[in-house]
């Protein structure tokens, strides 16, 4: 997808931070807790009211992550391309917001606690370049094993090509450029697949535990949680909607991930219903 407003991005980038930085200091409270001391109050816990939001969520979700398949499938919506692709850089936006302010500070104030008994204080970041140097091992090693396979695939039909009665050099030569050309663009779809897919298995796994937090959450601030939430799920399924077109062609599989992201947050809701009972 192409940016025509490299500045546009950069300050809806900047936008976002702070609104996802507000947004969700605004759901949590800030006390002195002994160790072993649990949080919360269990007696405003409203099982009916989690099983509400897990819906309201979804359906967020959903809406958001189907608003860049729709829009790149319906005429009536493909003229407004440019209006979605300043969408689309807020979604990704709120996505990198999420890791840098919402994610990894807290991280880092979490495991520096007291109770925890840890002497060195850079823990939270190792984990975090672990994680990034695991996820780009993991696409690597992913890229190059598929890339053999689909080379081995291509051999096979140029052998079989090949095989067939004698033809003219500029034939051959022709029917061999084809290939090497059919190959590169089998690897660069091959890639774009697998970071497609890499991404959008992160942001799964973030919103299940997005979710469980939501299901256990209780108090006067749940209502203003939710509403961050849905302002969080929204953009970060444009992201994901964003991200699927690039990597997939066929409707089904682009429905498919956006149902199976729609998903995610609720099924980490129930999860934390079933612990908070």
Not at 11 to 32: N, R, W
Not at 134 to 152: A, D, G, P
Not at 167 to 185: I, Y
Request: aromatic letters at 8%; charged letters at 10%.
């Amino acid at each position: 997808m192409v940016f025509y407003y490299p500045i546009s991005v950069l300050l809806l980038f900047v936008l976002t931070t702070f609104v996802i930085g507000h947004s969700h200091e605004g759901g949590e409270e800030h006390h002195q807790h002994e160790c072993g001391e649990i949080e919360g109050d269990p007696s405003t816990y409203n099982t009916n009211i989690h099983i509400s939001a897990a819906f309201i969520v979804c359906v967020v979700s959903l809406v958001g992550s189907l608003l860049p398949i729709l829009s790149s499938r319906m005429a009536c919506l493909q003229g407004e391309n440019k209006a979605m692709e300043i969408l689309c850089s807020f979604g990704f936006g709120v996505v990198i917001a999420t890791a840098f302010v919402h994610m990894i500070p807290p991280a880092i104030s979490k495991l520096n606690n007291e109770c925890l008994g840890l002497e060195y204080s850079g823990l939270a970041m190792i984990i975090v370049l672990a994680t990034i140097y695991m996820m780009q091992l993991l696409e690597t090693e992913l890229v190059i094993v598929l890339s053999k396979y689909t080379s081995s695939k291509q051999n096979q039909l140029e052998q079989g090509t090949l095989s067939t009665p004698a033809r003219s050099p500029d034939v051959l030569n022709s029917h061999s450029h084809g290939v090497a050309m059919l190959q590169e663009d089998s690897e660069a779809a091959l890639r774009q697949k697998i970071s497609a897919m890499i991404f959008e298995g992160g942001v799964a796994i973030h919103s299940i535990i997005i979710g469980v937090e939501l299901g256990v959450a209780s108090g006067d601030d749940f209502t203003t949680t939710v509403i961050a939430i849905c302002f969080h799920q929204f953009f970060e399924g444009v992201a994901v909607g964003s991200s699927a077109i690039t990597a997939f062609s066929s409707l089904k599989s682009l429905a498919l991930t956006a149902i199976v992201y729609a998903l995610t947050t609720p099924l980490g809701v129930v999860i934390g219903i079933l612990i908070s009972g």
